[in-house]
């Protein structure tokens, strides 16, 4: 998106070879998937803008072109979520391209604001994998077929590790150590730390072997004679293991089939659901806000407060227990 000319222009006189390392430094400024988030949002505003009567240009465009485009999304039933990205994109676009925003125009913040006020709710969460509803997924798992070992494994580990997906299938077999005290892992890129600086994180030993993700991770890496390379790989549907790492997207495959095993309704879990039941089961069980964000590096209490809300909801603290019902 970086070198993207505008509608009708030639592209800049800069030398090729140069144009394309600004290019690439650029597209790092930003994961890979926000990129292919972004260059698809844009195909679809210049789709949006060639099938207009007047056709406007996408790239530079008016705020007048853009207040349009939100409120057609809006009009066709859009989440606010998906008009917010595509907002996102345009302005990056003009931004590299070195246009005037248009994203910033008063205009368009004004039908933005009535887009988020007309059709704005409470976001579509998937429901929290706590430690109850985890330990009825991974207790029927067996110790001697190598899906199911990796599949517990997979599960407790991203659970107690407080793992976003793209983290948990990233991990390297050398970026996982067994201590005395537990596993210590090294996340070296994660959505919040984009420079790679990394980040370790401890998991203590269980006290239910059925639910131990250390024990868990070693009885898989045995199991798979696993030395280095991806920690967590495909398995063929006759147990052979693969050599590459699982996609972050199995990870919600792996969640919905674990739970639907256990008579859970696989529709209200994600693989996001076992950071957030890991969120819900420590702040339920009274451990600080500091040491949650600490473990599933959150950089400020405000992004915590979603994640631990419905696990205080019924603490000792909850008004309604204090008023003599």
Known sequence: ??????????????????AGRVDDYARASRSAAT??????????????????????????????TVAGYLAALADAGYKPTTIRRRLAAISVAHQLAGHPNPATAPEVAAVWSGVRRTHGGPPDRKA???TTLLTRVVTPLRDDTGADLRDRALLLVGFAGCLRRAELVGLDVT???????????????SKTDQDGAGALVGLTYGAHRATCPVRAWQAWAAHAALVDGPAFRGISRHGHLGATRLHPASVARIVQRRAAAAGLDPADFAGHSLRSGFATAAARAGVPDRSIMRQGRWR??????????????????????????
């Open 1 to 18: 998106m970086a070198a993207i000319p505008a509608d009708g222009q030639a592209p800049d006189t800069l030398g090729v070879a140069l």
């Open 35 to 64: 990129w292919r988030a972004y260059d698809s949002d844009l195909r679809q505003f210049r789709g949006w803008c060639q099938r207009q009567p007047a056709r406007p240009a996408a790239l530079p465009a008016s705020p007048a």
């Open 128 to 130: 929290a994998l706590d």
């Open 175 to 189: 970026d996982i150590e067994v201590t005395a005290d537990g596993l210590i892992l090294t996340i070296r890129r």
């Open 300 to 325: 400020s209490a405000a992004s915590l407060d979603s994640y631990v809300r419905a696990g205080r909801l019924f603490d000792r603290d909850n008004p309604s227990a204090h008023v003599g019902l």
